[in-house]
């Protein structure tokens, strides 16, 4: 493989409050400990990512901040295509696009049903392969010698 991308779903926000847009949740206690035992996953098991990408929406901005603070990676960048309902067109678009410039390690911080839908047409199937959880972390590798992802690994968050 020559590129890992880890997707990594916000953690545990608040409940939609009457008046409240979805965009505006931020997370919960059980949230930034969910974003911290991922911090220590990764930490435990030597993946740094050297490239972070977020939604922009805040419950993603602020998992992604916490789990960088605490494992040392850099400051992650706000990306519009990881924002939730992004077709998933766009999203692919935008992923292969910028896959020749990011780094062997690379992690992703968005929403559900938007990574199942784009980590299962990485993988080049109609269907949805996978149902990401709350705070779970999955690894897609990529061949650059036959073109094609691979799904590695995923751990749903209670397994860290």
């Known amino acids: 493989m020559d590129k890992y991308l880890y997707f990594l779903r916000h953690a545990t926000a608040e409940v939609i409050r009457p008046n409240q847009l979805d965009i505006d ?27 972070v990408l977020s939604s922009p929406y805040p419950r993603a901005v602020q998992t992604a901040a916490i789990a960088c603070k605490e494992a040392g990676f850099a400051a992650a960048s706000e990306q519009a295509w990881l924002a939730l309902e992004t077709p998933t067109d766009v999203a692919y678009a935008h992923l292969t696009e910028q896959l020749t410039t990011l780094p062997a390690h690379s992690l992703l911080v968005g929403h559900e049903p938007d990574f199942s839908a784009l980590i299962s047409r990485l993988l080049d199937s109609d269907k949805l392969l996978l149902n990401i959880r709350k705070s779970s972390l999955t690894c897609i590798g990529f061949c650059s010698e036959s073109c094609r992802f691979e799904l590695q690994w995923s751990v749903p968050a209670r397994f860290m």
């Open 25 to 51: 949740r931020c997370l919960i206690e059980k949230g930034r400990l969910q974003a911290r035992r991922v911090a220590a996953f990764m930490q435990r098991h030597g993946i740094v990512a050297e490239a």
